[in-house]
């Protein structure tokens, strides 16, 4: 079993940034990947941010493509969210995942992976 725990979330105010933190624990050598998700009040959960913790690969989701940065610290076993230029429509609870039995596609585009933190809530307000 893998452990998520997410940290960094509050509230600002529309321009702020705001950095998560998901810190892992247990048998996190069975993971190969970790993602952030986010789901909104009224809306599916979507794919936010994904990265390969041995190639470092990332994946986002395209519309947060140059505003949103994921990265890990294998040492800590924790990866990042830092989030920049935020806004109302960021609003929303994000959850950090982590996943070693599952494609990245599966991940990305199904939101299919092993393990799933608490989740931590992020409101931007106008």
């Known amino acids: 079993q893998v452990q998520l725990v997410e940290s960094g979330g509050g509230s600002v105010q529309t321009g702020d940034s705001l950095r998560l933190s998901c810190a892992a624990s247990?048998?996190?050598?069975?993971?190969?990947?970790m993602a952030w998700f986010r789901h909104a009040p009224g809306k599916e959960r979507e794919f936010v941010a994904a990265?390969?913790?041995?190639?470092?690969?990332?994946y986002y989701e395209d519309s947060l493509k140059g505003r949103f940065t994921i990265s890990r610290d294998n040492a800590k076993n924790t990866v990042y969210l830092q989030m920049n230029r935020m806004k109302p429509e960021n609003t929303a609870v994000y959850y950090c995942?982590?996943?070693?039995?599952?494609?990245?596609?599966?991940?990305?585009?199904?939101?299919?992976?092993?393990?799933w933190g608490q989740g931590t809530q992020v409101t931007v307000s106008s």
């Open positions: 995942a982590a996943d070693g039995t599952h494609t990245i596609v599966a991940i990305t585009t199904q939101g299919r992976c092993d393990y």
């Open positions: 247990g048998r996190t050598s069975s993971t190969y990947a």
């Open positions: 990265i390969s913790l041995s190639e470092d690969n990332t």
